[in-house]
């Protein structure tokens, strides 16, 4: 199915001789058994329905099969957030003894749970550049399990090659788990590159109006048996409300995508002809390292997210947010409006100076998040930052 595709119609449900066209919001976080015959059925999974809103409910359940589709995926489930998408997966997939490698560019709480997190339930981890399937190859070690690496890495925006890393894990015995926030499932579909399950933040892009907070993890089935019962158990699963709201997004989603990223190439073209900057980080760009990849990986998109390093550090960087008024510094990504970041001072302010220069990461550098607004506004905006530098 295509992202087109994805309307926000509801599982019909009579309303008398009618039924409604938008999709109900059910907050009840509990529902009426007739006797317990039902109750034992619904229970042990022999029928359909719902009990207890922890176990699953119709909000979560619809949002679900959308993104399911999105992704042409087997299994699809929604979590309270990114965050707790990516426990689900840990805790469905791994065990104390076990090794995974994650990749050394990632979000940073995932960096967080992924090291400090695990490793108190004994579980070891190397971290390598994700881009060299080399290098994540001579990583493995016989306790390997799991592989984790984002489809487009913050905020250099460098690109993996899925397959490549599927085949790794697989040779290993492994899974891939592949985090594809930055890019969704219009620009990416990671399971079709070979990953066994992909988790995104549902909080950015594919909600997109920055009032929820929500994850999705999805995969096949040879490696789903247990999430249901860990959604549960740990007390993952999203709330009613938020899932309605995203599943509401998401009927916009291959629009929104579709316009951001073309927004995002003219905001990069402006970009590199801008004698203010010096570096432009963009996988639509010829001279991005991974421009290749991207081309053949992904949609023919590549993605709404644009990062630069301006000439004179977090001086000049200060000067541009501060004058750049039509673009909100916000730390986070896949708003309608076009947003920036200061990765030195937010995401990465974490890491050391040494560590930040490894990355490309300077005092100067900017991420922007592009929006939907008229490409005008957006390099409008650009410039009135620009000539404050
Ligand atoms: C935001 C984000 C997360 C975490 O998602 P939350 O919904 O904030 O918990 C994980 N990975 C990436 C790449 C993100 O941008």
């Not at 229970?43 to 207890?52: D, F, M, T």
Request: aromatic share 6%; charged share 20%.
């Amino acid at each position: 199915m295509k992202p087109d595709d994805i309307c926000p119609r509801p599982q019909a449900q009579s309303v008398g001789s009618t039924e409604p066209l938008a999709e109900p919001i059910y907050l009840s976080s509990v529902y009426r058994c007739h006797d317990p015959a039902e109750a034992d059925a619904i229970l042990s999974g022999q029928q359909a329905g719902y009990l207890y809103q922890r176990d699953g409910h119709p909000n979560a359940r619809a949002l679900a099969e959308k993104c399911r589709l999105l992704h042409a995926a087997q299994e699809a489930a929604i979590c309270a957030s990114g965050m707790s998408a990516l426990a689900a997966i840990v805790l469905s997939q791994l065990r104390t003894g076990d090794h995974i490698i994650v990749a050394e560019q990632l979000y940073g709480r995932s960096q967080r749970l992924l090291t400090e997190e695990v490793s108190r339930l004994g579980i070891s981890v190397t971290r390598v550049d994700t881009c060299q399937a080399h290098a994540v190859a001579a990583a493995v070690t016989a306790p390997t399990r799991l592989i984790i690496a984002e489809t487009i890495a913050n905020p250099t925006l460098r690109v993996i090659d899925i397959a490549a890393l599927a085949d790794v894990a697989h040779r290993a015995g492994a899974l891939l788990a592949i985090d594809n926030t930055f890019a969704s499932p219009v620009v990416c579909r990671p399971l079709a590159w070979g990953a066994d399950l992909v988790f995104e933040s549902l909080t950015k892009i594919m909600n997109g109006h920055s009032d929820v907070l929500l994850g999705l993890v999805c995969g096949n089935s040879h490696c789903w048996g247990r999430v249901g019962e860990v959604l549960a158990s740990w007390g993952l699963v999203g709330a009613a409300f938020d899932c309605w709201l995203a599943s509401r997004g998401i009927g916009t989603l291959a629009l929104r995508v579709g316009r951001a990223n073309d927004n995002a190439l003219a905001v990069a073209a402006r970009l590199v002809d801008a004698p203010q900057v010096e570096q432009v980080f963009y996988p639509g760009l010829k001279s991005h390292p991974d421009h290749e990849l991207a081309r053949r990986q992904f949609e023919g998109r590549f993605g709404a997210m644009v990062t630069f390093n301006l000439r004179g550090g977090r001086d000049a960087a200060t000067r541009f947010i501060r004058a750049a008024r039509q673009i909100p510094f916000s730390p986070s990504l896949g708003e309608l409006c076009t947003t920036l970041s200061h990765p030195q001072s937010t995401s990465h302010r974490g890491l050391s100076e040494a560590e930040r220069q490894a990355l490309g990461i300077s005092g100067g550098t900017i991420r922007l998040s592009v929006g939907i607004e008229s490409p005008q506004f957006i390099l409008a905006g650009l410039d009135e930052g620009l000539a404050a530098v």
